[in-house]
């Protein structure tokens, strides 16, 4: 029966969209940045009263999207690698060793973050810490992924 679909051509070759998530994070952190430079120049303004709180106002949009986005890119990094180690012949990943290193921006969350409960710390700190790291590695996982395997097409 799947030969017979094969050959009407329905069998449509499964794709990863997980290097959305991996692409979100530098995507994400350009955005941060353009939002940290526009606060900046408004806080200059003397009609905007929120002084040196820049990066506190910056993360009342973006904290709860760079906290997901710290916490799921190990797992997105695994996914993707998975998909691209069994589907391309040209670049083998090991899922595992990518995740791993894709794993310290959620480390530094949770290990700055858990303190920061107790010792009066802003939670923008783990935060923006852990979401930070993750951004090199991420390009750096897009760049390859590009090189050796191509752009993916979009899912639509």
Same mark, same amino acid.
């Given at each position: 029966?799947?030969?017979?679909?094969?050959?009407?051509?329905?069998?449509?070759?499964?794709?990863?969209?997980?290097?959305?998530?991996?692409?979100?994070?530098?995507?994400?952190?350009?955005?941060?940045?353009?939002?940290?430079?526009?606060?900046?120049?408004?806080?200059?303004?003397?009609?905007?009263?929120?002084?040196?709180?820049?990066?506190?106002?910056?993360?009342?949009?973006?904290?709860?999207? !760079?906290?997901?986005?710290?916490?799921?890119?190990?797992?997105?990094?695994?996914?993707?690698?998975?998909? $691209?180690?069994?589907?391309?012949?040209?670049?083998?990943?090991?899922?595992?060793?990518?995740?791993?290193?894709?794993?310290?921006?959620?480390?530094?969350? $949770?290990?700055?973050? $858990?303190?920061?409960? !107790?010792?009066?710390?802003?939670?923008?700190?783990?935060?923006?810490?852990?979401?930070?790291?993750?951004?090199?590695?991420?390009?750096?996982?897009?760049?390859?992924?590009?090189?050796?395997?191509?752009?993916?097409? $979009?899912?639509?």
């Amino acid at each position: 029966m799947s030969s017979e679909r094969a050959s009407r051509g329905r069998v449509k070759r499964r794709q990863s969209h997980h290097w959305y998530w991996v692409a979100a994070i530098p995507a994400a952190f350009l955005l941060w940045l353009a939002t940290l430079a526009w606060l900046a120049l408004a806080s200059s303004w003397e009609a905007f009263g929120f002084g040196t709180n820049v990066v506190e106002l910056s993360l009342i949009a973006l904290g709860i999207p !760079f906290a997901f986005l710290t916490a799921y890119f190990p797992l997105a990094v695994y996914r993707d690698a998975d998909y $691209v180690n069994r589907t391309s012949g040209k670049w083998a990943p090991n899922p595992m060793r990518q995740a791993l290193a894709a794993a310290p921006g959620l480390v530094v969350l $949770v290990l700055v973050g $858990v303190p920061s409960l !107790f010792f009066g710390i802003p939670p923008t700190v783990p935060i923006v810490a852990g979401f930070v790291i993750d951004v090199p590695f991420a390009t750096y996982y897009l760049y390859r992924r590009r090189e050796r395997v191509g752009t993916p097409d $979009v899912p639509w």
